[in-house]
């Protein structure tokens, strides 16, 4: 007998104008596997899993369910279907509870009453069947990412769907709710659910994962099974090429000091406590210093404080001899600090201009870009975006006159990379620079913070990826509930000592 | 050439003008069918003025006066229109621009009979006016977070009582209206530097008419060419980025609101200090100027260019209107049909969108087929090569 595939998704062909999406991909899951599915940015896996829910119609190939063939028009007829889907940016509503989300659109109703008792035992039986842990009374605005994540596992499970994608899941977490996130997926996949697992982290997919399909360009690569896999062989499938995972770094001296930051406390926009509570630490030139923590730990206000985004409740911050705790955003940028924000989205791109008019957005009012009268010299910008775009590769449909909306998000922050480093700082301050990104994007920015140390210039990374931590820099410093609580050397550490200053199980003396 | 045929197509002020065209077609087509339910044997004529306006008078000379009366008209609309366009453009929905127009009619007609001062004066205290209204609805945006919207619309109510009792005090014994601008203070009215010739000697033409053309290019201008327009796009856009590259987002909201109030009251003084119309001390709503400048701004495409064509064609209608036969149709019905197309105008952006999707569909629909004709060639190819 022939093997029982849960959908099978055969011989796809998918064109947009000017590209093809997807080239004659063949994807089939197993029922009760966990299938994950590899990519890099734009390889593909969105359009595949948009054509799934009906979204797009394939110009080329059928999808089968249980074997039997079937015409998935829109996301209802996927609904139907049992095919269900966690978004990497959750679909819920913020002003509703747990059990609110969970039941919407399914709402269990008599003569117009809803009937919530009925539907929170379902929900309540779910829960501990599969060991999801949420308050189904609690508001989704309250509680964490990862009951958040939960609470979208459930919706599908609710609505007893058979076939489970997450797209991108773990790309929110913290280490710990991603080793929960994993043995929910087991659980899932052993109760019978066939699993369908979109990432890039090799990592996570070698961990938790059965099989393996790897897209590229658009292009079925295979599809192997992990057991008898390695990182290595499915990064080369990936991006075509052997993917360096070590960071090399020259061995280089540190300088003299750069930023100096004393006592620094910030206040929390969340809660009555600070933030940041009496951190002090200095970065020298030709080093790269990293801030590691589970996200939420202060690291987003001490940065916030750093570039001027948010005043210091006390404290000093000097850059190169000079006091600038109180100096404008502006001018702590023109001294000579970059800053590769957090959120790409939200503070790094206007997203609705062109990519040159983001590629200037921190030197625009530069003699070389603004004339007399204050007119743009457009020219000037056209050249400057050019010789950027090219020198630190930044892909785009248009060139300079492409919408930075329109980009991938690996390209996105290329673009950011690029015009921070080439306003030659002397300070860089990277905050998760590689989020989201996928392997072939995460070497080449690494590779250029550490030619900007190598340059000579001070660079403080803030990064919640474990990998990153341990490869990148040249000092750690570990922050819990917004205080220092160690200071590590990547060389002579191991991630399990650094876990345990991570969860505030262990700080050293003098940090206290 | 058919491919540079669909180039035009796709090129986004070709396809503006269209969305705007449409929208006019089924502004006056929705105009008609009205007229058709209230009386039919005069609809076709009804509608036919609205859109002749001063065609309507068979002798030349005439209808040149007329159209000279229209653009006077017009000139204080696009003033309002680029108002809410220049705040809409840093994501700002000017609304109040309704009552900067009011700050500015206020302004410009009490300094012209009260205090007998020369129109350049009374055009910069009506701008000043106008841009002090804005400066307010700016403060409270970007320190309060209160929403321009609603300030705005406060604002108007209030603009407009202040300036009824400010102008009672300017206004003729025996009627609500404030005294005549020509008779009280010749020197207030705008100059006409012989434009007025032009249009067989209508007095109501003034420079107000280039003015205002030349500031939907000096929009234009500083929004698409400067550096200040391009910190004021930053912070509409995105103001977590502007603020993130070190500008001011806080000075930049504010300076937009005063500079839209400037416009708005700029305008005011185009249409008051013309002599074309006294301001009623009575009036109970905020003149509809402002808010036809939202119309305006929307049916232009959001293009500064674009809405002075924009805020000719609505102030067309909107005086053809006053030319319907009365006999047949109520007073009201002018108003009635120039609000239909006007309320249709702000559906341009949705025509727009509409338009795309039929192109993009069309496309895919040649290039398939051409794809079939060329499989359809190679088979008849290769038979013939088997046959041969």
């Not at chain 1, 896996?45 to 079937?70: A, H, N, R, W």
């Not at chain 1, 589970?294 to 210091?312: A, F, K, R, W």
């Not at chain 2, 504010?254 to 003084?269: P, Q």
Request: glycine share 8%.
């Amino acid at each position: 007998m022939e093997e029982q595939y849960a959908i099978e998704m055969l011989h796809i062909t998918k064109k947009f104008p000017g590209i093809i999406a997807n080239d004659d991909i063949t994807l089939q899951l197993k029922k009760g596997e966990i299938h994950a599915l590899l990519g890099e940015n734009g390889a593909g896996k969105s359009t595949l899993m948009s054509v799934l829910f009906g979204l797009y119609q394939p110009e080329e190939g059928t999808i089968k369910k249980d074997g039997q063939v079937v015409q998935i028009k829109d996301p209802n007829d996927a609904n139907a279907l049992g095919i269900g889907m966690v978004h990497q940016h959750f679909k819920l509503v913020e002003c509703f509870t747990v059990l609110d989300n969970i039941i919407l659109g399914v709402e269990p109703c008599r003569k117009g009453f809803l009937q919530k008792d009925e539907a929170r035992r379902k929900v309540v039986a779910l829960s501990e069947k599969y060991g999801l842990m949420v308050d189904p009374d609690a508001y989704v605005r309250d509680i964490t990412v990862g009951m958040q994540q939960r609470t979208e596992i459930l919706k599908m499970l609710y609505r007893e769907n058979e076939v489970l994608i997450f797209d991108e899941p773990t790309a929110v977490l913290t280490p710990q709710e991603i080793d929960e996130l994993m043995q929910i997926m087991r659980n899932l996949a052993a109760e019978g659910k066939s699993i369908l697992f979109i990432s890039h982290k090799l990592n996570e997919i070698m961990s938790v994962a059965d099989r393996c399909s790897v897209l590229r360009k658009g292009k079925y690569i295979g599809t192997v099974n992990i057991a008898e896999t390695s990182r290595e062989e499915l990064s080369r499938m990936m991006v075509g090429r052997d993917v360096q995972f070590e960071v090399t770094k020259k061995p280089i001296e540190p300088g003299k000091v750069i930023l100096q930051v004393e006592n620094m406390t910030v206040a929390s926009k969340l809660h009555h406590n600070n933030a940041v509570k009496n951190v002090s630490f200095q970065v020298r030139a030709g080093e790269i210093v990293c801030i590691a923590g589970i996200d939420g730990n202060g690291q987003t206000e001490l940065v916030y404080g750093l570039t001027g985004l948010e005043p210091l409740e006390s404290g000093k911050v000097t850059l190169e001899g000079q006091d600038i705790t109180k100096a404008s955003i502006r001018r702590r940028s023109t001294m000579g600090m970059s800053h590769i924000p957090e959120d790409r989205q939200k503070h790094g791109l206007v997203l609705d201009f062109t990519l040159e008019d983001n590629l200037v957005l921190q030197r625009y009012f530069e003699p070389q870009f603004t004339g007399k009268g204050g007119f743009l010299k457009r020219r000037a910008i056209r050249e400057y975006a050019n010789r950027l775009i090219q020198q630190y590769d930044v892909r785009s449909g248009q060139g300079p006159v492409t919408t930075a909306r329109s980009m991938s998000g690996g390209n996105q922050q290329k673009a950011i990379v690029a015009r921070e480093i080439d306003k030659n700082p002397e300070l860089l301050v990277a905050v998760q620079p590689t989020r989201g990104l996928d392997v072939g994007a995460i070497e080449y920015i690494h590779k250029q913070i550490v030619a900007e140390r190598d340059a000579g210039k001070a660079v403080l990374l803030i990064s919640l990826e474990l990998d990153e931590v341990m490869s990148v820099p040249d000092r750690i410093l570990v922050m819990y509930e917004g205080e220092i609580v160690g200071e590590l050397d990547p060389k002579k550490t191991t991630v399990q000592e650094l876990g345990l200053y991570m969860a505030g199980a262990k700080r050293e003396a003098e940090h206290v | 050439m058919k491919r540079e045929k669909t180039s035009l197509l796709k090129n986004n002020g070709v396809q503006s003008i269209l969305a705007s065209l449409l929208c006019i077609l089924l502004g006056l087509l929705l105009g008609y069918i009205v007229l058709l339910f209230i009386n039919p044997t005069g609809a076709w004529d009804a509608i036919s003025t609205v859109v002749k306006n001063f065609f309507t008078y068979p002798s030349r000379p005439a209808a040149m006066k007329y159209f000279g009366s229209t653009l006077v008209k017009t000139a204080p609309l696009l003033m309002c229109a680029l108002s809410i366009q220049f705040a809409y453009k840093v994501g700002l929905f000017n609304i109040g621009a309704a009552g900067q127009y009011v700050a500015g009619a206020g302004a410009c007609l009490y300094a012209a009979l009260a205090w007998h001062m020369p129109w350049w004066a009374c055009l910069i205290l009506a701008a000043l006016a106008g841009a002090a209204l804005g400066a307010l609805s700016g403060v409270l945006k970007s320190y309060c977070n209160v929403n321009e919207v609603i300030s705005g619309i406060m604002l108007n109510w209030i603009a407009l009582y202040t300036v009824n009792m400010l102008l009672s005090r300017v206004k003729e014994p025996a009627s609500p209206y404030t005294n005549v601008v020509a008779s009280f203070n010749s020197s207030a009215l705008l100059p006409s530097l012989g434009l007025g010739k032009l249009f067989t000697n209508n007095q109501y033409v003034t420079i107000a008419i280039p003015l205002s053309v030349l500031a939907a290019i000096a929009v234009w201008i500083v929004l698409g060419k400067t550096k200040f327009g391009y910190e004021l796009r930053a912070t509409g856009c995105n103001k977590d980025a502007a603020r993130y590259c070190g500008m001011n987002e806080k000075r930049n909201i504010i300076l937009t609101l005063v500079i839209g109030g400037a416009l708005a009251g700029i305008g005011a003084a185009f249409l008051y200090l013309s002599g074309y119309e006294q301001w009623q001390c009575t009036q109970s709503s905020v003149p509809a100027m402002g808010f036809n400048g939202i119309a305006a701004t929307f049916l232009g495409g959001l293009n500064p260019i674009g809405t002075v064509f924009a805020s000719y064609f609505i102030q067309h209608i909107t005086s053809g209107g006053a030319y319907v036969d009365k006999t047949m149709y109520c007073a009201q019905i002018s108003d009635l049909i120039s609000s239909l197309i006007i309320y249709l105008c702000g559906f341009v952006l949705f025509f727009k969108h509409f338009m795309n999707s039929r192109i993009a569909r069309k496309e895919e629909r040649e290039a398939l087929k051409e794809k079939e004709k060329v499989a359809a060639d190679s088979d008849a190819k290769s038979e013939e090569g088997g046959q041969k």
